[in-house]
């Protein structure tokens, strides 16, 4: 069964640049043909789907924060990780990584699923 | 964006009664919808997929119907271990998720 486990620094300054790592046990990125995904949740309200990265690399990414996330697998293919820029008090959140339910499914662009395999989550706090 | 509206946002309900939440989207969907479970401080967790296909493990008292822009989620009868926010999440394009609905024991 896989794993994943959220780690990050806890607290970042406004406008510094924000490096989570998600780390997958019970099987590596490469291994199997899904997508994985980031979902962050500020305190007390919903969630928001971040963006998401395929093992070749293919990426998607929320509208509203295209133009400051970059979401990359780590060579060990046992990680993947997001890094947020210019980041403000709005980016307080609790973040997640997931896994797609099942192998991903493409025509033109790939299609997207439920989340099926969730980590426990990383509090963020930007604050000065 | 697809928007997704969740009514009520807040239920209570007794154990052992029927409970219903709805979801609605602000486009067709068909059937890209799912509902996930939250307990407080935990992760949420998939509870039904493609808006009726009960996730692995998941007790039969739950259940998801509807299409297109309408859906429903149901628990059947109301146990204390359901108490938890549930959120209906789309699919069909960039995912979204619905406000959450916060279901307490009455």
């Known amino acids: 069964q896989v794993q994943l486990q959220e780690s990050g620094p806890g607290l970042v300054q406004p406008s510094q640049t924000l490096s989570l790592t998600c780390s997958v046990s019970g099987g590596s990125i490469s291994s199997g043909n899904f997508y994985w995904n980031w979902i962050r949740q500020p305190a007390g309200k919903g969630l928001e789907w971040i963006g998401r990265?395929?093992?070749?690399?293919?990426?998607n990414f929320n509208p509203s924060l295209k133009s400051r996330v970059t979401i990359s697998v780590d060579t060990s293919n046992t990680q993947f990780s997001l890094e947020l820029s210019s980041v403000t008090a709005a980016d307080t959140a609790v973040y997640y990584c997931?896994?797609?339910?099942?192998?991903?499914?493409?025509?033109?662009?790939?299609?997207?699923?439920?989340?099926?395999?969730w980590g426990q989550g990383t509090v963020l706090t930007v604050s000065s | 964006d697809i928007q997704m509206t969740q009514s009520p946002s807040s239920l209570s309900a007794s154990v052992g009664d029927r409970v219903t939440i709805t979801c609605q989207a602000s486009q067709d969907i068909s059937n890209y919808l799912n509902w996930y479970q939250q307990k407080p401080g935990k992760a949420p967790k998939l509870l039904i997929y493609?808006?009726?296909n009960l996730e692995t493990g998941v007790p039969s008292r739950f259940s998801g119907s509807g299409s297109g822009t309408d859906f429903t989620f149901a628990i059947s009868s109301l146990q204390p271990e359901d108490i938890a926010t549930y959120y209906c999440?789309?699919?069909?394009?960039?995912?979204?998720f619905g406000q959450g609905t916060r279901l307490e024991i009455k």
């Open positions: 990265i395929h093992a070749n690399g293919s990426t």
């Open positions: 493609d808006a009726s």
């Open positions: 999440q789309q699919y069909d394009s960039l995912p979204t």
């Open positions: 997931a896994r797609d339910l099942r192998s991903a499914y493409c025509g033109g662009d790939c299609y997207f699923d439920a989340f099926a395999f």
